[in-house]
Every structure is written in C-alpha cells, then in structure tokens.
C-alpha cells in the first residue's frame, strides 16, 4: 500500500481524499517510480476540486508533475536508481499522477532530472516554471528582444506569472506585471517587474485597437485580458496565450493581427515534444535565478495539498506550492 490523494466520484458526488491505494491498482506503464515531490498547478486545483474536464476518469490520482526514483524499469533509457521529473502528457487527467508516493508512467514521458536541479527545486518549477519558459522561448523566437519595449505578464502573482518575470528580468527585458493583487507589489518588484497595473484597467472589455504599449505578453488569464492585451501590442508584437484563469474565450476582433502584424502565439506544455521541453528545461537552469525561485515557492505537506488546491481556486497562493510526497 501507499498513500496519496484520490479523486473519485460516489454517487454523483465528487471527493478527493489523501488514501491508503494499492500498488496493484498502479496504471500500466513500463517505468514505477517512488514520488519525492509534486506540485500543486492551477490544473490540478481544478481536478481536485472540480473533477470533470480535468479529469477524463475516475478514480483518479492527481498531479500533473512528479520527480522521484525509478525503483522498476523495463524501458531502455532507465533502470533503478535514476532521477526523474515529469510535467503533462495527461498525467493527472487520465492517468494516475504525482501526488502519491508511487507512480507508473511510461518511459517515454520522462525526463532525466536535470543536473543543475535538485529535485526540490525542479518541483519548485514544474509545470507552471516549465510553461514560463516555453513562452519566453517563443517571444525570442518572434524576435522580441529586450530593447524593443516593455513585456506585459498577466496573472503575475502566480506560478506562471511570477517565473516568468524572474526569468524577463534576468534576460534583461522591461516587465510590467498586471496583477489582482496590489499589495503584492514588493514581491512582484522583488521578481525584477519595474511597475505593476491593477487587473481591472485590462479586464473589462476594451476598443478592437489601443494605444501601442508591449513588445510583447506571457498572458495566463485570456478571455478581456487577453483581447486588450492583443490591442495594446506595438506593431509587429507578440503575444503568448497559455492560461485561462480570468476565462476561455476571447473577445477580440482580427485588428490587431491585421493592422499591426502582431502575433498570437499559443503554449501548450502538456504534449510539447521532448525537444523542446529539454530545451526549456536547459534554460531554466541558466535563466532563472535560484535565489529568485526561494522566494516564488513554498513547501507543504501532501496531507495539507487539497486545503491548499481551494486556495489555488480563491486566488489567495503566492507563486508556486511544492508538495512533499515521501
Ligand atoms: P496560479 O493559480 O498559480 O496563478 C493564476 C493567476 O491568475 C493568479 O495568481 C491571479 O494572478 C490570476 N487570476 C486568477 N483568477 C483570475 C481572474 N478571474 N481574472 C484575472 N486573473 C486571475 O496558476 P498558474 O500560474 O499555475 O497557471 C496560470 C494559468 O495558466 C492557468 O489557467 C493554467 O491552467 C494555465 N497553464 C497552462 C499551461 C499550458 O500548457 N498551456 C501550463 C501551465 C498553466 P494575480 O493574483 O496576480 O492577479
């Protein structure tokens, strides 16, 4: 037996609750690993606490991030003993995830625990640390570049928004962070943001085109946010859609893109091929301060993981929450 939460539905009534699970219910998958940490995502607020569509099937183990130990391998690339980290592939969603002290996943989802990172620390990236990334890389690769003006981050306080100013500032761009949370402002300069807007002035709906402001966005918010995001962005700008915390449409007109050439660009972390995720991985380790990540993150226990997941759903956690399995 191990422990480790359970998200199950009885009698049309969802519950989540850390249990006592047997190994022998494991999923299939060619790699077993004891869990060291987790994390907790927004997403996995929403599996805990809400179930469906997160979760494809019920019972289910949530947990879209993992690092541990292989302790029973058949796949090629590791045997027991080796450091892993996991982040998406519907892990979580429809197959047993990270927050329990026992996963089984297929080899072919892994990651070797990078050298630059304990495995602390990779959880105190994870998915969120690990999205930031990918749409920093996709900024660079629309030629944004830090002299070209200011780099709006949407839902700053957050896990996605907190890493990716950490990582804007280092790389020396000019980040404003729009943020719900006004007396969060110390935290946020702390980051490397050199102003912050109130959520409101971006949340209502605004004009198809706005005064030219950002070279470029890393939203996680979309819906209003994401449209006035769009009519604010320079010419020629670019704009990374990865979240929707304020929402899942978009009430935007084709302006921006067809006046002023500016690029949506959209992020998906979950089934981002190898490649890329090594790379966003490598960067980290010479991106993002550590120093930085002390301040963004916080260690829980797993008993205190589904208390927090509503707190995750409030809006009232700061940054990123790491989650000690065993
Ligand atoms: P967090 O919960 O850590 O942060 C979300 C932040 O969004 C909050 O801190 C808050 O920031 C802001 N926010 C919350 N509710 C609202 C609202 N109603 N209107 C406007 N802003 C709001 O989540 P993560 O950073 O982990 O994830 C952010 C988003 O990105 C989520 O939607 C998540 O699902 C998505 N995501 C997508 C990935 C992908 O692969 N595409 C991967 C990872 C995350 P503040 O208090 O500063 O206003």
Not at 77 to 98: F, I, P, Q, S, T
Not at 211 to 232: F, K, M, P, Q, Y
């Amino acid at each position: 037996m191990f422990k480790g939460i359970l998200i199950d539905k009885v009698d049309g009534a969802l519950t989540a609750a850390v249990s006592d699970i047997d190994e022998a219910s494991l999923p299939e998958g060619d790699v077993t690993i004891a869990v060291e940490y987790s994390t907790l995502n927004y997403k996995d607020a929403l599996a805990i606490n809400k179930g469906a569509p997160v979760v494809r099937s019920f019972p289910m183990v949530p947990g879209i991030d993992l690092v541990g130990t292989v302790t029973d391998s058949s796949h090629s690339d590791y045997k027991a003993g080796d450091k892993v980290l996991l982040n998406g592939w519907g892990v979580g969603e429809g197959h047993w995830g990270g927050l329990a002290e026992k996963a089984r996943l297929k080899g072919e989802w892994l990651v070797p625990l990078p050298k630059a990172f304990d495995a602390k620390t990779a959880m105190a990236i994870g998915t969120a640390g690990y999205t930031a990334m990918l749409c920093v890389m996709a900024l660079e690769r629309q030629g944004v570049k830090p002299e070209d003006g200011e780099i709006l981050v949407t839902g700053a306080v957050g896990g996605v928004g907190s890493v990716a100013i950490a990582v804007l500032a280092k790389l020396g761009y000019q980040v404003i962070a729009l943020t719900g949370r006004p007396e969060e402002r110390e935290y946020l300069q702390s980051l490397g943001a050199v102003d912050i807007i109130a959520r409101e002035e971006m949340s209502e709906p605004g004009r198809p085109l706005a005064r030219e402001r950002w070279a470029g966005v890393v939203d996680v918010v979309g819906s209003h946010v994401l449209a006035n995001a769009c009519a604010s962005t320079k010419y020629g700008g670019t704009v990374t859609a990865c979240g929707l915390a304020g929402g899942m449409d978009l009430p935007s007109t084709v302006a921006p893109f067809i006046l002023r050439g500016v690029t949506l660009a959209g992020i998906d972390s979950v089934m981002a091929p190898r490649e890329l995720r090594l790379e966003a991985w490598r960067r980290l380790a010479e991106d993002l301060d550590p120093a930085k990540l002390g301040e963004i993150a916080k260690e829980i226990a797993l008993s205190e993981a589904i208390d927090a997941s509503a707190q995750i759903l409030d809006g009232k956690l700061r940054g990123r929450v790491v989650v000690k399995v065993s």
